[in-house]
Every structure is written in C-alpha cells, then in structure tokens.
C-alpha cells in the first residue's frame, strides 16, 4: 500500500484572538505543544496579550488563596445543628404514618382554626353593608340622631315612631322659598298691630321666585309653613288642635299636634286630607291673619294628603323671636 | 489544596462534607454571612429530600446554583464577623473580590466559584449548570481577567 506524500504547508501563525482564548489554557499548562508555541509567540509579539497573562495568573492566584479559606468548627456545627433541627422535628411528626382519620381530623381542625381565625380579624360587618352606604336615607337618620338630645326633655311622652323625618322649622319668608335647606331667622323689625284683636306678623309675601324653585322638587313634593300671632294663644292653641284632629289631622313629626315649644309658642306640624285645607285656614283665619305659603320640599307626601308646620304664638312673645331657634320636632 | 471528593456513594450522605463547599460557594457569592448559612442549609435539607442514589455533587452544584441566582444581590457587604465563621488566610484582601462582584455577571461568579474555589471536578459543574466546556472555561477566563485587572491595579 502507497502513501500519498502530502505537501508540507507553512505553519501559519497564531493570530492574537486566538491566543487570548487559549491564554487560561496556556496558564493551566493543557495545551498541546505546536498551540503552546503558537501562544508564546503571540506573547513575546503582543505587549497586550502579556498584560492579559498577567491579569490572569493573578486572578489565578487570588483564587488559590480565596480557596484556602476555612470554615470554623463552630459554624459547621451550627450548620448542622439547625439543619439536623429541622429534620428532626419533621422526622418525628411522621406525618405519612399517621392513620388516615386521624389525619383528616387534624386537618380538619386546622381549617376550621383558620376559619375563626379569619371570621374574627376581618371586619365582615363592613363588608356585609358595604352598599348600604350611599342610601341616602341612613344619612337622614344621622340627622335625627343628632337632634335627639333636644329633643329628650319634651318627646318623652311620645313613644308612637314618627310618620315623617323632622326638618327645620322655617319662617315663611321668601328667602326661605328660595332655599329651602337652611333655616333662616325671623325678621327682627316686625312690628305688632295694636287694633286687631289677632295679628299675623308682617311678613313679606311670596315671590314670584317661589315659583322658579317648584320645577325642580317632584310633584305632591309641597310643605305648607306659617307663623301666627294670636292673643291667648294658650286658649286658642287647644281649639286649632282639637279641630285639625276633627279634620283628620295626624301628628307628622316626633311630638303632639300643638306641642308647647317654648313658652308661649306652640308647635303644629302635622298631616291632613288635602280637601280640609280650605276649613283649616278659614279656622286660622278666625284667629289670625297669617296665611299659610305652599313650599317646596324633598319629602313626597301620598296622593290627597299634605303636610303643614306653623306656631301659633303669642303676640308679646313676637318681640324675642330672635333669640328662639326654631328647631324640627 | 486537595480537590473536594463529593462523591457520596450512600444515603444518609456525611453532611460535614458538604457545608464546606456550600458555606463557600454561598459566602463568596453573595458576600454575606447570615445568608450563606441559610442557604447552606436550605440546600443541605433540600439534598436531603432527593431520592436515593441521586448524585449529591452534581445536584449540589445544581441546587445551590438556583438559590444562588434566585436570592437578592446583597447591597451591604460584609464588614464584620468574619474572621468568626470563615478563617481567610492572613494575607487576603477582600476589596479586591468586593470589586470584582460588582463589574462581574452572576454566570461567570458561579463558574469560578466551583471551578477554581470550591475546585469540583469540570464534569460535574458542566452536568450541573448544563454548560459545554468552552462556555464554562470562556466564563472562568473572563472572571480571572477581571479579578486579575483588580489585584493587578493594586501591585
């Protein structure tokens, strides 16, 4: 058998990338003779290729002594102290050979631990009456709540729940037709009649302007407001009672049809058959010339009924009107 | 310094010969003392749970590797202790090492760390990490030049 004679090329010579990847094998001594040549060439050449070297066999070198590094005893016997801890606790529970029942039991247990757990810290009452909150009655009942405390001296009597929420008592002012809301104090330059046995205070009469809020309220949305001078209005306070009740009118608020507010002023807020309005005023009308003002109000009241609120008051009593803050009962 | 025998032929396997080598690892690559130990441990318990005739050396470096990549970069380095759990060699500075964790990846930490540190056998960080040989002697020949770039800065 011949051999072929190949032709002997020139060994070519090492470029620079090259030798730089084979420097750590170079450093570790496992290259074959022609590479190892090859790099050493490279490295005599190359000023760059021997920094390299260098950075190398340094880094060697800070590994051998990184390396050297030892572990005290007392750490390795904290290593496996804990670790032996661990084991062993579970190696002792033996969870897997425990029977079956017994078993579900325990877990049953834990569930029904973390069941209470749970029931007891999260505040389920809110959650439960998360969308209670934007009823916009609950905000009417913290209204009430906050007048009850003046109401407790006079309301004990009256046990019976209030047909209506109780709401301020106004002075049938315009200002009161434009705005509704808030009260607004009687006028303090009112001045009594003298030649009228029963005078009704002077008071400025409804504007056209009242008729520019009732668009806005629903309808049978209406409150009927009035203010009465009367003279003897502790004699005549008991007769307009006794004839709203004969019409078939029914307390509105928490207390008594012509409850005695303050001394005397006498407090009527109630509800009545539409048709009796017409009598009701021709009875007032017998005592006073007060007349009652048709206002707008939130509260919706049933087909043929409507609601007044009016104090009968005594005529020497008109003089400190300012200082009485008519409060809804 | 000899070469670490991991090769564990029997279960229950010799922890003491493991904490050396995990202590090490986890302390030069996270670079704090409470951590390397919880995580030595963490990995020793983890061994423990491996069915039998599993090969300890190959799922150490495996294991250790993972929490390794998963734990947090500790930003404060050790400052204290040290000399109370790890006995470093009189003449070693740690500044060096503390720079090279910061300009180093984390691929290329761990394979110094087992290749020329710990000194396992290449075969088994290759198994482990699931690397070729050329991608692990590339990453170790880059972290020797930039750890060597550090301590050859200070000569």
């Known amino acids: ?329 | 310094m000899e070469k670490v025998d991991l090769k564990l032929k029997n279960d229950p396997f010799d922890v003491k010969s493991l904490v050396r080598p995990l202590s090490l690892f986890f302390f030069f690559s996270l670079m704090n003392e409470t951590k390397s130990i919880h995580y030595t441990i963490k990995t020793i318990e983890k061994l423990k749970k491996l069915k039998p005739g599993s090969d300890i050396s190959k799922m150490m470096i495996k294991i250790a590797t993972e929490l390794c990549f998963k734990s947090d970069v500790t930003e404060v380095y050790i400052t204290k202790n040290v000399g109370e759990f790890w006995i470093l060699p009189l003449d070693l500075e740690l500044g060096p090492w503390k720079e090279f964790h910061k300009r180093i990846s984390k691929k290329e930490l761990i394979s110094l760390l087992w290749g020329l540190v710990i000194k396992v056998p290449e075969a088994d960080i290759l198994s482990a990490l699931d690397i070729s040989q050329g991608t692990h002697r590339y990453r170790v020949s880059s972290a020797l030049k930039e750890l060597g770039s550090n301590t050859f800065l200070l000569k």
């Open chain 1, 1 to 329: 058998m011949e051999f072929v004679k190949l032709k002997k090329n020139k060994s070519r010579e090492m470029s620079d990338f090259v030798a730089s990847h084979l420097l750590f094998e170079y450093a570790r001594n496992t290259l074959d003779a022609e590479r190892k040549k090859g790099v050493e060439k490279a490295l005599e050449a190359t000023p760059e290729l021997q920094n390299e070297f260098i950075k190398l066999i340094n880094g060697i070198q800070y590994c051998e002594k990184l390396s050297e590094t030892l572990i005290n005893d007392a750490a390795i016997k904290q290593i496996e102290l804990q670790s032996s801890q661990v084991n062993f606790i579970v190696s002792r529970l033996r969870w897997h050979q425990w029977p079956l029942g017994f078993r579900w039991l325990v877990e049953a247990g834990v569930v029904a631990l973390l069941l209470v757990v749970v029931l007891n810290v999260l505040p389920l009452n809110r959650i439960i009456h998360l969308n209670d909150g934007n009823d916009s009655q609950t905000v009417v009942a913290e209204v009430d709540r906050k007048r009850k405390l003046i109401l407790d001296e006079a309301s004990e009597s009256n046990v019976q729940a209030p047909d209506f929420a109780d709401e301020e008592v106004k002075q049938p002012t315009t200002l009161a037709v434009q705005n509704p809301v808030p009260p607004v104090k009687p006028k303090p330059d009112v001045v009594p009649i003298p030649a009228k046995p029963l005078v009704m205070a002077p008071q400025p009469m409804p504007t056209p302007q009242t008729t520019a809020a009732k668009p806005a309220s629903k309808s049978g949305a209406w409150i009927y407001r009035g203010q009465f001078l009367v003279t003897n209005a502790e004699a005549v306070s008991p007769k307009i009672k006794d004839k709203i009740k004969e019409l078939g009118g029914q307390k509105a608020g928490e207390v008594e049809i012509g409850w005695l507010k303050t001394p005397n002023v006498y407090y009527f807020h109630f509800t009545v058959p539409e048709a009796k309005l017409g009598e009701l005023e021709a009875l007032l009308k017998d005592y006073s010339v007060g007349k009652l003002v048709k206002e707008a109000h939130p509260r919706v009241m049933a087909d043929g009924i409507i609601r007044l609120l009016f104090t009968i008051e005594e005529k020497t009593a008109e003089v400190k009107m300012d200082t009485v803050v008519p409060d809804n009962k």
